[in-house]
């Protein structure tokens, strides 16, 4: 179950990334209360901010689970070569940036290192 957890955890990090990505602090200064609801004015400057803080906040709920169960650097390990796959897989499929031989070759040994090190914590 921890590493159903550390997944949420992860994909919830990734959300939050985005969030980041797309947050306008210039824009905040132009907000009011009449546009903050309106569809094309305020949603656009207001949701990533609102999804900073439920994203962030569910992140670490879920890795606080994950962690629990699991060896801190491992579960530390897995989230953050979890979370890079999915940063790299979203901006693949739904921003349409390349990917190249050479990110998939060292995310492919960031995660054969991690199995590794999950192998290894569980043999003791």
Do not use: D, H
């Amino acid at each position: 179950m921890a590493w159903i957890y550390l997944i949420i955890a992860a994909a919830l990090e990734t959300a939050w990334t985005f969030c980041v990505k797309f947050m306008e602090f210039s824009a905040l200064k132009n907000l009011r209360w009449a546009t903050v609801f309106l569809p094309s004015v305020g949603l656009p400057v207001v949701v990533p901010f609102v999804g900073y803080v439920v994203f962030g906040v569910g992140n670490v709920y879920f890795f606080s689970l994950a962690i629990k169960s699991l060896p801190t650097a491992t579960a530390y390990a897995a989230w953050t070569a979890a979370t890079l796959v999915l940063i790299k897989l979203t901006e693949t499929f739904f921003m349409k940036q390349r990917t190249t031989f050479a990110e998939v070759f060292f995310m492919l040994m960031i995660m054969t290192g991690i199995l590794g090190m999950k192998y290894y914590a569980t043999a003791k």
